[in-house]
Each structure stands twice: as structure tokens, then as C-alpha cells.
């Protein structure tokens, strides 16, 4: 269930994902929005993505790291990385807000693997990104946690 979901009906609620909003009451719809015009909830300015493997990322694995998974497993795998972006403005360019960053997340994720580089494809760019992984793109970030964002450094 949706945080919106969450808040509108309760933790307990159980609605059909195409008739929701049917189910709101007007009074508590309205005061989401003016919540949400007030700028109750706290958007991150970012937007985000998620890189979902594809059948040539699982083969390079194989070949590159001796790591013998199934496409399903890997797609399975219950953590992944969410890299931050700038944020959507209106209409958002994927593919030129991708290729800034490509060789960055691609090596990210190479990364998770095998940091011996000798290991990684030469081209790492957009192209590379797009045949390895399916992307999944978040055009709110919303913090949830409260308290001031940081970043987290490794030694």
C-alpha cells in the first residue's frame, strides 16, 4: 500500500489499486492537498532512479566475477541502489540526464561486484547502461525521515 494510500485509509485498509481515490472522503482529499501545497511533506530536490538488470549484465557476471545467478534472482535481489538526480523539471529527458551520469553508476554497480577494474568493459557510457540495466525512474523524493540530509563516507 501507497504512503498516500497509508494516509488517507489507514494501515488496515485495503483498497483495489484502480478505484482508490473513489474511496477517498472529499474533506480528507482536500486537506492532502493543502498539505502538500503548504509544503508539509518534505521533497527532496532530486529525482531518482533504480537499475533493474538485464540478461547481459548477468552474463558479464558470470564471465567477469564467477557469480553463476539466474536473471530472476538477481531482478529478486531485495536491496538495490537508488542514485539521486537532478531533479525532473515538468517533461524529464531521461536519456541526457543519464548520459551525465552514466559512467558513474555504471561504475557503482560494477563496483558491488569486483573492484578489480581489469574486469570491467571498456565503454561505460549510456549505451552500456541502457543494454545492462532496465531503469526505473522516480520523479518525487520525498524524506520521510526527517532531520538533515548528509553524506555517508567510506574509508
Not at 95 to 112: C, G, M, N, T
Not at 118 to 140: M, N, V, Y
Request: net charge negative; aromatic share 10%; hydrophobic share 40%.
Amino acid at each position: 500500500m501507497s504512503w498516500l494510500r497509508r494516509l488517507l485509509f489507514g494501515e488496515g485498509a485495503t483498497v483495489e489499486e484502480d478505484d482508490w481515490e473513489s474511496e477517498v472522503d472529499a474533506a480528507d482529499l482536500e486537506a492532502l492537498r493543502g498539505e502538500l501545497a503548504d509544503g508539509d511533506v518534505p521533497y527532496v530536490n532530486r529525482s531518482a532512479v533504480i537499475l533493474v538488470p538485464k540478461q547481459p549484465f548477468v552474463d558479464w557476471l558470470a564471465r567477469a566475477c564467477g557469480e553463476r545467478r539466474s536473471l530472476e534472482e538477481l531482478r529478486a535481489l531485495p536491496d538495490r541502489t537508488v542514485y539521486l538526480l537532478e531533479p525532473w523539471q515538468g517533461s524529464w529527458d531521461s536519456p541526457k540526464v543519464l548520459a551525465a551520469h552514466a559512467q558513474e553508476i555504471i561504475e557503482r554497480e560494477l563496483a558491488e561486484w569486483t573492484t578489480k577494474r581489469s574486469r570491467w568493459p571498456k565503454k561505460r557510457g549510456p549505451r552500456l547502461l541502457e543494454t545492462w540495466f532496465d531503469i526505473e525512474q522516480c520523479s518525487a523524493v520525498v524524506d520521510c525521515a526527517g532531520g538533515p540530509l548528509g553524506r555517508l563516507t567510506f574509508d
